[in-house]
């Protein structure tokens, strides 16, 4: 008499288990992926620095129209998303095609960083603009589609050296515990995350310039331009540590 109630015990306790493992499992992959996509963000964010560029993108757009202002942020920000979510995914597989190693890429892009910080920090006042001198009516999309990528995007934003990280954390990714779909929607959000920091910083750069001063302003340009040089000198080391097998710190 007592079988049926055991059974129905039994059934019940079973069902609690199978749902209890669902939720562990749920939250596992919850996780993971912040774990993931706080990598990415950690290793990011300090390389696209998106208030330096921001800074970078004022003073390369200097005298240019508000609405064009506006209109080149939403640009770069797409442009950003796109390299970084493509860089995480597809980096590794492009590499390995052509047979690059990643610590090459850190020395190539390193270089073109190092470059560009110099060339920023030399350049005298009023001079940065003349990369966007083309850029100056909002009625052509062909121009502004055209520089929005280079220079304001590559290398300003997101230059060699933040691809360079980007590639490296998707080989990191694919090599440990994480599934595709883990590695994809961490692709995304992170990138998303660094690209809408990238559009707010870069929108609202024109006043937070007004309230820092044009002598603020430089000197934040300056500090950027040295920082970037820095970062190249970083990144290169970095390439040139793995391939003779030093400790880059």
């Known amino acids: 008499m007592t079988g049926p109630p055991l059974r129905q015990d039994s059934d019940r306790l079973d069902l609690q288990a199978a749902q209890t493992a ?15 996509t706080f990598l990415a963000l950690a290793a990011l964010l300090p390389i696209v620095n998106p208030i330096g560029s921001a800074a970078l993108f004022l003073a390369l757009t200097e005298g240019q129209p508000a609405s064009l202002r506006r209109t080149l942020a939403r640009k770069i920000a797409v442009n950003s998303f796109v390299l970084l979510a493509g860089s995480v995914l ?6 390995r095609f052509f047979g690059i190693s990643i610590p090459v890429v850190q020395i190539g892009g390193g270089l073109v960083v190092l470059a560009t910080g110099w060339s920023m920090l030399n350049q005298k006042e009023g001079e940065m603009k003349s990369d966007v001198r083309q850029v100056d009516c909002p009625t052509c999309p062909d121009s502004i ?6 220079p304001l995007t590559l290398p300003v934003t997101v230059g060699p050296g933040s691809i360079s990280v980007a590639v490296t954390l998707g080989a ?9 779909a883990l590695l994809i929607v961490d ?9 809408w920091l ?7 750069a024109e ?11 430089n000197v934040m340009v300056r500090l950027c331009s040295f920082l970037l040089l820095c970062i190249g000198v970083q990144i290169v080391w970095n390439g040139v ?9």
Do not use: W
């Not at 597809?90 to 590499?95: F, N, P």
């Not at 692709?187 to 690209?195: E, G, K, N, T």
């Open 198 to 204: 990238v559009f707010l910083c870069d929108r609202y």
């Open 207 to 217: 006043p937070l310039s007004r309230k820092m001063g044009q002598t603020g302003m």
């Open 90 to 95: 597809m980096g590794t597989y492009v590499l």
């Open 187 to 195: 692709a995304l959000l992170a990138s998303a995350l660094v690209a």
């Open 145 to 150: 589609s055209e520089q929005a990528f280079y």
């Open 22 to 36: 669902d939720m562990q499992g749920a939250i596992g992959y919850v996780l993971h992926l912040g774990d993931a």
């Open 241 to 249: 540590s793995s391939l003779i097998g030093v400790s880059a710190h």
């Open 172 to 180: 990191n990714l694919h090599g440990g515990q994480f599934n595709r």
